[in-house]
Structure formats: structure tokens, C-alpha cells
């Protein structure tokens, strides 16, 4: 499975900013797709998650009301991110797991059968 962020840059503190991914090699079920944050010296955070094809979304207590996780076919997920806060800057990730665990997979971001983008960078003034 491959995954590549886009959208990252730079928003000033009230502003918005919208994440993309690309995913490939994920089958169309049996996955969790998902965005987390981190930021140095801190552990990897749980941002949002979803279950591919799936209705429900989870969200980390800091973004709820903020953030929005969304998918398309499977292929591409968004993170539309408005009110952006100055604790909102961080490098983001856009990951996928194999199984069902999503809202789980949101405080537990490491572990087997979990693939990374490589990251793209959120700095808020």
C-alpha cells in the first residue's frame, strides 16, 4: 500500500486548510484509512479515522467540530481542516491499517499491517 499526502502549508490562526492522499495497492474492503499528527519530540496523534466505504467517522478530541475526514471510492482521502488553531501545526500523515478497529486505531497508531505516507507539513500562525 502507498500513500502520498498533499496540501500542506502555511494558515494563519481562524484560517482553513485542505489535506489530500493518494492511495494505491489498498484493496476496496478490510481497510482503515486514516490521518494522524505529530509533531517533535511528541508521540503520533490520532487526528481522524474512517473505515474505507464506511459511514462513520472518529475524530481526536482536539479537532472534533474542526475537522472533516472524507474518502473517495477508496482512492483518495481529504482532511478538510477549518478554524485552524496554532496546536494544529504539526507534520500529517496519512495512513491506512488492515482490519476493522478504527476508532481503536485512533488512540493506538502503531502497530502490524499499518502503512505511512511519508507526511506533509501544517504550520499555523
Known amino acids: 500500500v502507498q500513500l502520498v499526502e498533499s496540501g500542506g502549508g502555511s494558515a494563519q490562526a481562524g484560517g482553513s486548510l485542505r489535506l489530500s492522499c493518494d492511495i494505491s495497492?489498498?484493496?476496496?474492503?478490510?481497510?482503515?484509512l486514516g490521518w494522524f499528527r505529530q509533531t517533535p519530540g511528541k508521540e503520533r496523534e490520532g487526528v481522524a479515522t474512517k473505515y474505507i466505504g464506511g459511514y462513520n467517522t472518529y475524530y481526536g478530541e482536539s479537532v472534533k467540530g474542526r475537522f472533516t475526514i472524507s474518502e473517495d471510492n477508496g482512492r483518495k482521502i481529504y482532511l478538510q481542516m477549518v478554524n485552524l488553531k496554532p496546536e494544529d501545526d504539526a507534520t500529517y500523515y496519512c495512513?491506512?491499517?488492515?482490519?476493522?478497529?478504527?476508532?481503536?486505531?485512533?488512540?493506538?497508531?502503531?502497530?502490524?499491517?499499518?502503512?505511512w505516507g511519508q507526511g506533509t507539513q501544517v504550520t499555523v500562525s
Open positions: 495497492g489498498a484493496g476496496a474492503v478490510g481497510y482503515c
Open positions: 495512513s491506512a491499517r488492515l482490519g476493522r478497529a478504527c476508532e481503536w486505531w485512533l488512540v493506538q497508531p502503531s502497530g502490524p499491517d499499518t502503512y
